[in-house]
């Protein structure tokens, strides 16, 4: 338990991993505005958070399911159910407050079921999460019926795109998010009872470690946060397209593994997903603006993946790191 | 209710797809008695010996157990494929193509046993990674276009149909199902694989070369994906770069369903082949009733979520 506690200990505090990654987005910057002269402006920079805000709350939760040990690769097509819900209310004029809780309510509902069978029925996350991804994926062809969700009323973009103090609305959400989950994971005993579990399964469980409960909350907590992004999704382009959040998964597990957290479990930095996702929409970005075309993302995020894993692997294994990897 | 119970492992499997089979011709025999014709039948076959490749590499991977399992398949067949339409036009020999293609898809599986053994990383992240770059670059370079120009003396190996059967069905499938069966009955090495996926720690202690044998499968599995490009290619008469679209999906549902435990050690081919013309059945039958393609995607998942649930509530009915 020694390894839970030493890392992060204030909400900001950065690690060797957190400040390569803040230099790795400045110099992707930097090189970027030397490639494309269209780079270096305001605009595109709003393009980018713009773009961050979904996948922050979605990387947040990925972020503890990761360090939990299992994974949810249906979680882009959780936020496609969950943005039909609120189209839908939408589209019938309901009121914009209805559909404020309609997202956060079906990403928890959608997160219930993926704990039912992964958490209850004790099946292998990846396994269970694929299956479900085709059920989902399904679920939004029946649902959508083949034709886009377009044309929506903007009651709720009217609510979401103001300032509060001057900071935007999207941005409140996230830094209050993160807030809500760094103090659960730093704070309170699920935090360190997630982490035990990421670290050993078996050693949780003789320690008395109600192991259901708390992988049942991790997956409808990262089912809410998928609701909540839904409804930034749904605000923002005021449409729900058929091939919503099928790259969504594969983002968030990129940035969460850009971010430091291990896939083994026991080590997460929330932090260090922010700072992912930020690379992520930045590299994503940058490559499209000098002209390489946009087939080639997945490419780049999977091998991003598994450079980076192959790169901590390889230098674990050097006698040398064993020092820092205990102090990590 | 007696001789179910005494039924076990791989019969009490077989029993219950054939079952299974009988409900799903049965029902669409009723909803339009039509359905099934010799060219269905052949139609059937057609799509089983792409799946049943990629099923039985699938099959192997996960049987060695130590949570395996390739995620990859479904961008390996895409890019074997690829690769060998593409070094085609850049002036390889015809005779090559189908060399080319099945080695293309043993290099990217080994590529995934080089991560899985060597980087010692989690296969499901590893095959995850790579599935997203096979299929990515297969996608990219092509900008999405069918290649074409396969030669056609491979067309009409891949369309020849002898007494209703198609002949890649008759000289790939079968062969591969009746090696790997063989293998894992009667070899060192299938026993191997079968200590390995129960307990590896037990078996790394008896001397099993486990990293060696876990290599070989990931690229025996990469090659089998390379073999069912190979098959479309001959079927189609052109490289698609999303042939192997679901495939993931599609294989782990098959060996789930064929009757191998997730976790390794248990189960065998015979099971996996009966699965695999199960699911190509109601695919294709699906299809007939005019179903929309999306809705078998949604089929599949919900058929591999219950398998899971059903083999865990299976296990603790018997303890």
Redesign the interface.
Known sequence: MSAVRQSGTGVFSMNGREWSLLVACLLAVVIFSVASPHYANPGNAVTVLRNSVELLLIGLGMTLLLAMGG?D?SIGIVMGLAAIAIGRILGADGSPFVALVAGPLVGALLGCVTAA?VVL????A???T??????Y???V??LLGGQWLSGLPSSLTDLLATTVLGIPVPALVIALAYLIVWLALRRTPYGLHLLAIGNSEEKARLSGIPLIKVRFMTFVISGVLTGIAATFYVATYRNVEMSIGSTSA?DA?AAV?LGGTS??GGRCSLLGTVLGVLLLRILQNGLLLIGV?S?????V???L??GV??FE??SNRLPLTRFQRARA | MRTLRNLQGPALTLALLCALWLIVIVGLLALKPSVFNLGTVTTILQFSTILALVGLGQGMVILAGGTGIDLSVGGAVSLSAIIAMLSLKLGLPPVLLPAVCILAGAALGALNGLLVNGLALLPFIATLGTFFVYSGVALAVTGGAAQSGVPGWLLVWGRGVIAGIPVPFLTLAIPCFALAGLALMATAWGRWIYAMGFNERSARLVGIPVDRVRFILYALSGALAGAAGLVSLAWLGSGRPNIGQNLELESLTAAMLGGIAITGGRGGVGGVFAAVLLLVTLKTGLLQLNINTVWQVGIVGALLVFVLLADRLSQRWRS
């Open positions: 994974i690769v069978v029925g004790r099946v292998p990846i396994v269970g694929l299956g479900l991804l085709g059920v994926r399904t679920a062809f029946a594969l597990i593994i896939i083994l075309p087939l080639w993302q997945p490419v995020t999977g091998v993946i598994i894993l192959g692997a390889a």
